[in-house]
């Protein structure tokens, strides 16, 4: 009888790596796919707006009206054309909490209404009225 084993030497001794790359680089694909990545989480800031920051005055107003019927605002005299600009002008100053409207007695009636119209087109801030003692 004869011996048909073959031995094989070193050299002719390979190992094909094709089925064992396919096998890793499907793992590699199934991780991928069912990772899930977290996003970094980043802290919440609430920030205040600008206007809150800024500290309004509070301001009051007063106009009087004098008995040649001529208007004054905090004692500067103005004309009844230029209420509301200046009315205006201090709502941009700061925050008018009341206005005081003080006309004299021998004033007319008019022009007191004319004053009251031209700070009601301009705000919504109460209006208190009173006699003026000059």
């Known amino acids: 009888m004869h011996n048909s084993k073959k031995i094989l030497t070193p050299q002719e001794a390979t190992v094909d790596m094709n089925p064992m790359l396919d096998i890793v680089f499907i793992l590699i694909i199934f991780f991928i796919v069912t990772a899930s990545f977290n996003r970094e989480t980043a802290l919440e800031l609430n920030r205040a707006d600008n206007t809150a920051n800024t500290i309004q005055p509070k301001i009051s107003p007063v106009f009087t009206i004098n008995k040649q019927n001529q208007v004054y605002l905090n004692n500067r005299q103005i004309t009844l054309e230029n209420i509301n600009v200046n009315v205006a002008r201090l ?44």
Request: a negative charge; aromatic letters at 0%.
């Open 91 to 134: 709502a941009a100053v700061g925050k008018i909490n009341s206005i005081s409207l003080r006309a004299h007695p021998l004033s007319e009636h008019n022009t007191l209404v004319t004053v009251l119209n031209a700070i009601k087109e301009q705000t919504d801030v109460p209006v208190s009225l009173g006699e003026a003692l000059h």
